[in-house]
Every structure is written in structure tokens, then in C-alpha cells.
């Protein structure tokens, strides 16, 4: 029998997927094109018309061998993974896993928590972190406080600063400095610490009063009380400031069951206290939430109906003339609109584990990520590297683990991965696979983040059918970077 696509062989590579009535085409360079039933159907059988504005489109995209310029092509790639050639970036610093917080899915719960300040990082240890961070090959730095609560542990903070800040008169790194804090502790003393040498603030904000203090326990007070003071003081403080030396005030909000039901509340919560912007996220299986998963936990179905519910009344509020956004959405937008990638490292491949960031822990430990030093504070170091009064940073960063972490992050690897559609988009999280399957090797299309992941990038793509969202969604990339 004669194979009715004898065309085949005319085509350059690409990934399809059926996407509502139509075919979404995907290559390695990040290129994308819808194309009808009927119109899929001719390009398989050779019967697509040359002169027809599809048949450029595809040719101009590169799906297409005829014409095919694969300088072009290479050079898209190589663009796409610029990140591969920069060396640890993020530096993620937990100055303690003490907390006055008793969130309920807290993902860096320990016995540490609970004990005095002998489980803080010293002066003499953050010191050596500092200078172990500097030794990164990469031209952007970015140093990130965690904790537990880091403003317990504020005078380690400060040294850090300083001292990294002092350094960098001479290492001449794009460096940056940012806090995440739950606020409680932030007074004005602080703030002004912080401003004036332009450390990024971040908080947690999980939508209004009732579900920011259901997810968000604070032991001597109220959650959202503290939020809603300590972002209108910021917010002052901010606009006292000459343009040049305004930060932004960033949120996040985590997702748990009790959120599902009122996405547009959320979206109220964040524009009610100033925001431009939020960035949903959904649980993480670690520490606190893992044990408490029938509790606050939900299937992916569930998170991408709530995510295309939030998105929907976000695009609504754009179209009657209000610019704000999400982040997730912004930053897969992003690697689809404009061919790079903003080296979002939970949606990398390969991730960030060990080459685009690493994890110091209150003792000095050093982890391929914040995951890594999450599951060891769970008591397993499948993801420790090394020390930093111990260990040189060539033998952190070429410790096996990173390599094996990098090769089970890297979809051409994962053999449900590599023949997705999404692929050039996506990116996958070893750690978290483990953390729940016991595999750095999970089964994708059974995963947890990959449903989480697909049901996104498809509601997005479904939007970029509309040339009105494409407008409203290129204006969000250009506020966000």
C-alpha cells in the first residue's frame, strides 16, 4: 500500500500536539505554529500550497528543510541555553531554621526549629560562604535569605551585606541581595538597613485574611495584620526614594486546598495591597506539607482549574485596562514569545542543581539547591556537595551529584519528556520526583508537577490563539524583565 505522507521526508524536526480543534507544532528553537486539521493533515501529505501564508510561516519558523537556514537555527538554540555557560547564579543563604511562623506547609520544618540561636550561622561561617560564592564564574550574582524566619539571625544578615558588598568593589559582579521574610520581625530599623543598600524584600501572601491566617500561623499574633502593615510601611518608605534606588516589593503566594475555591479573591487581596503582580505557586511535598497532604494538599486537576480561573480574571482586569499579571504565566510566556529564557530554575533543563545555583545552610553545609537542603533538614543528604570550611569550589560544583542531577533534569533524558510538545518550555525537578517517588527518574506523565506543568503551558497556548492576549502578554514580559 502506497504511504499517503510521502512528504515526511521534506520536514525538519518538530513535536506536535492536538491543542482544542487545532495541531500545535513545536521545534527545538523554541518556534511554534498552529495549524488546522486539514492544514496538519496536507503538510503530512505533501500538499500544503508553497505560496500559502502558512507554508511561509512554517518555512520562516524552520519546521521545513526546504530553505532551511540551520545557522539560524543553531544560533536560536544556543540563545535558548545561554544559562549553561554562566556557572552558579542564585545563592540561596539560610541563616537559621528558626521560625515564630507554624505555616501548615512549611517545606523546611526540622527539629532545628525549634531549638536557640546555636542553630544559627555564624559570623566566621558566613564569611567563608560569602568568599565561596564569589568564586562563581558567573557575571550575575544573586545572594537570597532564607530560613526559617532570616530576620532572626538579622546581625549575620547584615554582615553578610555588608561584606558582599564590599567585596564586590573589587569582583565588579552584577550583584544583587534579596530577603524573604514573613515580616514580623521587619521594623524600622530594618527597613532601612534594607533600603538604603537596595536588598529586594519578598513575603508570603497567600490571598485575604481568613486563608493568609489558616495557611500562615503566626505564634504571637496575626499573619495577615503583619502583612498588610509592614507592606504599607514598605510602600511608603519606597516612594520617599529617588527612582534609581526603588526595589520592588515582590509576594508569593502558595496554594493550598483552602485557596482553590476563591482565585479571584486572591487576585483582589494582591491589588488591594499594591501589588503589580502575583506569583501563585503550587505545594511543594516537603517537610511540613508532605505530612499533611491530606489536609491541605490536591490533585493537579484541581491547581489548573484554580490557575485558569485566577489567569482569566487577570487577563479580564488587563482588557479593562489594569496591567497585572502572573508570574508563573510571564515567565513560560516569556521563553515562547521572545526565543529566551529567563533561567527560572524549576523550569530549566537541565535545572539548576549544583550549575545554576547552590544552598548554604545554617552550619555551612552546601546543597545543590534549596530542595536539596530542604530534604536534608528531613535527614536525607542525598543532595549535599560539601562545606564551606571544608570543601574548594571546584569540588563542590563538580561533585558526581550535580552531574547526575543535571542528566536527570535534562528532557532529552526522560523519554516521555523528549517527545513532548512543551519540551522547549519545560523543565523538570529531580529532587522533587524523589521526594515523592523515591526516583530522581519519576515517571513524568504520572508527576505531580508535570500535570501541574502541561495543564498550563496548554491553557497558555490555547490563549495565544487570541492576537489580544498576545498584546496583553508581551506587555507583561516587559514589565517583569
Known amino acids: 500500500m502506497e504511504n499517503k505522507y510521502h512528504n515526511l521526508k521534506n520536514l525538519a524536526f518538530f513535536r506536535f500536539k492536538k491543542l482544542g480543534e487545532d495541531f500545535l507544532l513545536t521545534n527545538n528553537a523554541g518556534d511554534y505554529a498552529f495549524l488546522s486539521p486539514e492544514e496538519f493533515e496536507n503538510l503530512l501529505e505533501g500538499g500544503l500550497a508553497k505560496k500559502t501564508k502558512k507554508h511561509k510561516e512554517l518555512a520562516e519558523k524552520g519546521f521545513l528543510k526546504e530553505g532551511l537556514d540551520e545557522g539560524r537555527l543553531a544560533a536560536k538554540i544556543r540563545t535558548r541555553n545561554a544559562f549553561l555557560e554562566q556557572g552558579p547564579s542564585l545563592h540561596i543563604i539560610v541563616l537559621t531554621p528558626r521560625c515564630n511562623y507554624n505555616c501548615v506547609y512549611c517545606q523546611a520544618s526540622s527539629p532545628l526549629a525549634k531549638k536557640e540561636k546555636g542553630t544559627?550561622?555564624?559570623?566566621?561561617?558566613?564569611?567563608?560562604?560569602?568568599?565561596?560564592?564569589?568564586?562563581?564564574?558567573?557575571?550575575?550574582?544573586?545572594?537570597?535569605?532564607?530560613?526559617?524566619?532570616?530576620?532572626?539571625?538579622?546581625?549575620?544578615?547584615?554582615?553578610?551585606?555588608?561584606?558582599?558588598?564590599?567585596?564586590?568593589?573589587?569582583?565588579?559582579?552584577?550583584?544583587?541581595?534579596?530577603?524573604?521574610?514573613?515580616?514580623?520581625?521587619?521594623?524600622?530599623?530594618?527597613?532601612?538597613?534594607?533600603?538604603?543598600?537596595?536588598?529586594?524584600?519578598?513575603?508570603?501572601?497567600?490571598?485575604?485574611?481568613?486563608?493568609?491566617?489558616?495557611?500562615?500561623?503566626?505564634?504571637?499574633?496575626?499573619?495577615?495584620?503583619?502583612?498588610?502593615?509592614?507592606?504599607?510601611?514598605?510602600?511608603?518608605?519606597?516612594?520617599e526614594l529617588p527612582p534609581s534606588k526603588r526595589m520592588r516589593l515582590n509576594a508569593l503566594c502558595t496554594v493550598t486546598k483552602f485557596s482553590l475555591a476563591d482565585p479571584e479573591g486572591i487576585i483582589k487581596e494582591y491589588l488591594k495591597q499594591g501589588f503589580g503582580a502575583v506569583h501563585l505557586k503550587p505545594l511543594t511535598p516537603l517537610g511540613i506539607a508532605q505530612k499533611a497532604w491530606d489536609k491541605i494538599g490536591y490533585a493537579p486537576e484541581e491547581y489548573v482549574a484554580f490557575f485558569k480561573k485566577a489567569l482569566d480574571h487577570v487577563i479580564a482586569l488587563n482588557k479593562k485596562g489594569k496591567l497585572f499579571y502572573e508570574r508563573t504565566a510571564v515567565i513560560i510566556l516569556k521563553k515562547i514569545l521572545?526565543?529566551?529564557?529567563?533561567?527560572?530554575?524549576?523550569?530549566?533543563?537541565?535545572?539548576?542543581?549544583?550549575?545554576?545555583?547552590?544552598?548554604?545552610?545554617?552550619?555551612?553545609?552546601?546543597?545543590?539547591?534549596?530542595?536539596?537542603?530542604?530534604?536534608?533538614?528531613?535527614?536525607?543528604?542525598?543532595?549535599?556537595?560539601?562545606?564551606?570550611?571544608?570543601?574548594?569550589?571546584?569540588?563542590?560544583?563538580g561533585h558526581e551529584t550535580v552531574k547526575t542531577l543535571a542528566y536527570a533534569s535534562t528532557l532529552e533524558n526522560l523519554p516521555a519528556c523528549t517527545n513532548c510538545a512543551f519540551k522547549p518550555y519545560c523543565g523538570v525537578c529531580p529532587l522533587h520526583n524523589y521526594a515523592i517517588s523515591g526516583s530522581i527518574f519519576a515517571q513524568m506523565p504520572n508527576n505531580f508537577l508535570c500535570k501541574v506543568n502541561m495543564g498550563i503551558m496548554e491553557y497558555l497556548f490555547e490563549k495565544l490563539k487570541d492576537k489580544e492576549n498576545v498584546k496583553i502578554f508581551k506587555s507583561w514580559i516587559k514589565k517583569e524583565f
Open 120 to 239: 544559627d550561622m555564624d559570623i566566621n561561617t558566613a564569611k567563608q560562604t560569602v568568599d565561596l560564592i564569589f568564586q562563581s564564574p558567573s557575571k550575575h550574582i544573586s545572594i537570597e535569605f532564607q530560613g526559617g524566619e532570616p530576620l532572626l539571625n538579622f546581625e549575620v544578615l547584615k554582615f553578610i551585606t555588608e561584606y558582599a558588598l564590599e567585596l564586590n568593589k573589587t569582583e565588579k559582579k552584577d550583584l544583587e541581595i534579596s530577603l524573604i521574610s514573613n515580616f514580623s520581625l521587619l521594623d524600622e530599623e530594618k527597613i532601612d538597613f534594607l533600603l538604603g543598600r537596595k536588598v529586594g524584600i519578598c513575603t508570603s501572601l497567600d490571598g485575604p485574611k481568613e486563608v493568609q491566617n489558616r495557611n500562615r500561623i503566626y505564634t504571637e499574633g496575626n499573619s495577615y495584620e503583619v502583612i498588610a502593615d509592614r507592606v504599607k510601611k514598605l510602600n511608603r518608605k519606597y516612594g
Open 338 to 397: 521572545t526565543g529566551t529564557d529567563p533561567n527560572y530554575f524549576e523550569l530549566r533543563s537541565p535545572c539548576g542543581a549544583g550549575i545554576g545555583q547552590l544552598a548554604y545552610n545554617h552550619d555551612g553545609s552546601v546543597y545543590t539547591c534549596d530542595e536539596g537542603r530542604m530534604l536534608a533538614e528531613m535527614g536525607d543528604e542525598i543532595a549535599k556537595l560539601g562545606h564551606v570550611e571544608e570543601d574548594e569550589y571546584g569540588k563542590i560544583v
